[in-house]
């Protein structure tokens, strides 16, 4: 009983520290749909907590049929070394939007303790390098006496934080990928691009319907000063521990719907379409999203975890 005490007042201590945290501007992160099987995105305690090799790849192509509109590619890998509780992953991304192109890449690592019985707490950090860049020649200039932006590329560090806490059945989180901020083109008076620390919040739980049907109801929330609060519902069903079917509702934003399919016990695909509510939605042709999820058993079980989160 006095290592948990102990243990949820660090909890608590924690989450605390990451509330008085400074605040941020504009939500800028790359958005995903399917943001539950891509966690390690943005929480860095999610790493080797499925207790594989888990690797994964996605692509998002936004608002279609848009000029200059965003498309992420995202790959991540993950996974438990065989030292009691540690868990190290590697993450790429290239988040390309109109003019400005961003590619990130960091490492994870994360540390996994027993809160009690059932339930465990990790603590992750992320470490590495963002490098953006801005190629005017892909703007149109409709004022000739507008500022004459130049070709830049920057780089920039990334760090952030994370706490994972979780059983078989459910799952919470909260992070912030990177906590540093960061201007571009500080020299100019009249605008300055900036990029901004994001909060997140994840969570879920899975409802054992009968032995062939599993439901997962989940939220993100997203918080990031001078933006509204981004949320995302979702409810996925998982079928014989093969097909899954879902729709999710980003609040005042997009209605999804989404599939995927364990094709065998190591690989798993899926795909999600976004309907823009937005009046945006009147010029663009929706969203698409597809991941490919490959796992490898530890030495330890022989076999992928069978948790659906």
């Known amino acids: 009983m006095t290592f948990i005490k102990s243990n949820l007042c660090a909890l608590i201590l924690l989450m605390s520290l990451f509330f008085m945290l400074p605040?941020?501007?504009?939500?800028q992160d790359s958005q995903y749909t399917q943001y539950m099987y891509n966690t390690i995105s943005v929480n860095p305690a999610y790493a080797g907590s499925r207790e594989s090799l888990s690797v994964l790849g996605v692509y998002r192509n936004q608002w279609v049929g848009l000029d200059g509109a965003p498309e992420t590619?995202?790959?991540?890998?993950?996974?438990?070394?065989g030292v009691k509780g540690i868990g190290l992953g590697l993450g790429l991304t290239s988040d390309k939007l109109g003019p400005s192109e961003e590619s990130v890449i960091t490492?994870?690592?994360s540390y996994t303790i027993q809160f009690s019985e059932e339930i465990k707490l990790a603590f992750g950090v992320k470490g590495g390098m963002s490098l953006w860049n801005l190629d005017p020649n892909k703007l149109t200039i409709y004022d000739p006496n507008d500022y004459?932006?130049?070709?830049?590329?920057q780089s920039s560090p990334v760090i952030g934080a994370g706490l994972y806490l979780y059983n078989e059945k459910w799952y919470a989180g909260i992070s912030s990928p990177n906590f540093l901020e960061t201007e571009y083109y500080d020299e100019v008076q009249v605008s300055t691009a900036m990029e901004k620390m994001h909060m997140y919040f994840i969570g879920g739980y899975v409802f054992t319907i009968n032995p062939s049907l599993k439901l997962?109801?989940?939220?993100?929330a997203k918080a990031v000063k001078g933006a509204p609060l981004a949320i995302d519902l979702s409810a996925n069903a998982l079928l014989y521990d093969k097909a899954t079917f879902g729709l999710a509702y980003?609040?005042?934003?997009?209605?999804?719907?989404m599939a995927g399919f364990q094709v065998s016990d190591n690989i798993?695909?899926?795909y999600a379409y976004d309907y823009d509510t937005t009046e945006l939605g009147s010029y663009n042709n929706g969203s698409h999203e597809i991941f490919l999820r490959f796992e490898l058993g530890t030495r330890f079980r022989g076999k992928v975890n069978p948790r659906f989160f």
Do not use: C, E, T, Y
């Not at 590619?73 to 070394?81: G, V």
């Open 268 to 270: 798993m695909v899926g």
């Open 73 to 81: 590619l995202n790959f991540s890998a993950h996974s438990p070394i």
């Open 148 to 153: 004459n932006l130049r070709l830049q590329n």
């Open 250 to 257: 980003r609040l005042d934003a997009a209605v999804s719907a």
């Open 23 to 27: 605040s941020a501007q504009a939500q």
């Open 107 to 109: 490492a994870d690592f």
């Open 216 to 220: 997962k109801p989940a939220v993100l």
